[in-house]
Nanobody
């Protein structure tokens, strides 16, 4: 059974930092590209960042470029999202997802709430 479990969310002030963690189990982690998405209240889920299986290719939405860093540790089946200089607009539930076939995310976590107060 595939499981993606996010953690690390919380309530912070604008300008603060958080690191989200996604631990994967039940799959061959190195077979998957991984991504972070977020969904704010009343809005559709949106792409935040992605990383290929080896970590050599990383992509970011323009809204987080230069502030967020995605990384992965394949030995630990774990992906991270380091979020710096947080803004109130970053408030959302953050989800991790696994993509085996390029562009289609097969598995999703339950999400972790990030709330940034201004």
């Amino acid at each position: 059974q595939v499981q993606l479990v996010e953690s690390g969310g919380g309530l912070v002030q604008a300008g603060d930092s958080l690191r989200l963690t996604c631990v994967a189990s039940g799959l061959t982690f190195t077979s998957y590209a991984m991504g972070w998405f977020r969904q704010a209240p009343g809005k559709e889920r949106e792409f935040v960042a992605s990383i290929n299986w080896g970590g050599g290719y990383r992509y970011y939405d323009d809204s987080v470029k230069g502030r967020f860093t995605i990384s992965r540790d394949n030995a630990k089946n774990t992906m991270y999202l380091q979020m710096n200089s947080l803004k109130s607009a970053d408030t959302a539930v953050y989800y991790c997802a696994a993509d085996m076939n390029g562009g289609h995310y097969d598995y999703w976590g339950q999400g972790t709430q990030v709330t940034v107060s201004s």
